[in-house]
């Protein structure tokens, strides 16, 4: 009676096997994908923003005044690689899994440049907050370097 496979068996296999594919794609697609992102940016602007408070020689006085939009900064820039990675992520397990529908790699491109723009004005309204608590010589310098870091891609 039982001739060849149940039909339960090939669903069981076909879970299975889309279960491995989706832990493929998360174990390795998405993560990278989203890893290279947010390296692209944490190598950029935080080492620029880090070497700019060194190089300014902040005074602890300085640092003090700083520390409130310091810390929005910060939440600010967590929150914008947040949302630069989830919307890698998702850009990876799109072009896996629906690498036609050209509709939802399309959202997902606009996230990540709308979150990349977003992140570009975050961080020059910083400079500018930050200029505010500066001396003129340090706040004419951190102009310049911000200008070489938008036209060098510092
Ligand atoms: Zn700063």
């Known amino acids: 009676m039982n001739q060849g496979p149940s039909p339960l068996l090939w669903i069981v296999t076909a879970v299975v096997l889309s279960a491995f594919t989706s832990f493929f794609v998360a174990q390795f697609a998405a993560p990278k994908s989203g890893r290279a992102q947010s390296d692209l940016l944490t190598k950029s602007s935080p080492d620029f923003h880090e070497w700019l408070h060194a190089e300014l020689a902040i005074t602890?006085?300085?640092?003090?005044?700083?520390?409130s939009i310091e810390s929005q900064f910060e939440r600010q820039r967590i929150d914008l690689l947040e949302r630069i990675r989830v919307a890698g992520q998702s850009l990876a397990s799109?072009?896996?899994?629906?690498?036609?529908?050209?509709?939802?790699?399309?959202?997902?491109?606009?996230?990540?440049?709308?979150?990349?723009?977003?992140?570009?004005?975050?961080?020059?309204?910083?400079?500018?907050?930050?200029?505010?608590?500066?001396?003129?010589?340090?706040?004419?310098?951190l102009l310049q370097w911000t200008r070489e870091s938008i036209t060098h891609d510092r």
């Open 60 to 67: 602890p006085e300085q640092e003090k005044a700083l520390a």
């Open 94 to 141: 799109t072009l896996e899994a629906k690498p036609d529908d050209s509709e939802s790699i399309n959202n997902c491109l606009r996230e990540i440049n709308s979150a990349q723009g977003e992140l570009q004005q975050v961080m020059i309204t910083h400079f500018l907050d930050m200029k505010e608590h500066l001396s003129p010589s340090q706040a004419t310098r």
